[in-house]
């Protein structure tokens, strides 16, 4: 099964969730599935082969981003929500299609100074979370090398916000 397949098979759809006006789309059956989720964690690993860290962001990206890194033979950093991670943290506000958010990462322990990453996600929306979080990983002094998620609402426009660097949705809605 192509991650395509997996991901037109297993998606579940839910309208006005979590706000009304909003689609939410829940990959949970397609990670819960072997074979897709191997297809998946493949075509992302795919994008970034030269990176030398994957980042996920949270909290599906995390689970994307253990499976690319380990597919790649990486590290792995979660881009985690606000609030989270004891200080010191760097952090990114941004805005949600249903409100705002924060995202952050530690802010000593960890150098990431020159070091490519390969930005993972499970779905793009309006882009403000990618955005945020190459920022936040740009503030560290990271580069992105590369994006990829599992789905792209592609109606939403996130992709015109997320950046000036090579993004690879694996299906397009």
Not at 145 to 172: C, I, K, N
């Amino acid at each position: 099964m192509s991650a395509a397949e997996a991901v037109n098979r297993l998606t579940r759809w839910r309208d006005d969730f979590p706000t009304p006006g909003v689609r939410f789309a829940d990959l949970t059956p397609v990670f819960a599935d072997g074979e897709a989720l191997k297809a998946i964690i493949d075509g992302l690993a795919a994008t970034g082969p030269d990176a030398d860290l994957v980042a996920g962001i949270d909290a599906r990206g995390f689970l994307l981003g253990a499976g690319v890194a380990i597919a790649l033979n990486r590290g792995v950093l979660a881009v985690r929500k606000g609030g989270k991670l004891p200080p010191p943290v760097l952090t990114r506000e941004y805005q949600l299609e249903y409100g705002t958010a924060r995202l952050e990462i530690p802010g000593d322990g960890l150098d990431l100074r020159g070091k490519r990453v390969l930005l993972v996600d499970d779905v793009l929306a309006t882009g403000g979370t990618l955005a945020a979080a190459a920022e936040l990983l740009g503030q560290a002094g990271a580069s992105i090398t590369a994006v990829g998620v599992v789905l792209e609402l592609t109606a939403l426009g996130g992709r015109s916000r997320a950046g000036d660097y090579p993004l690879t949705s694996l299906v397009q809605v």
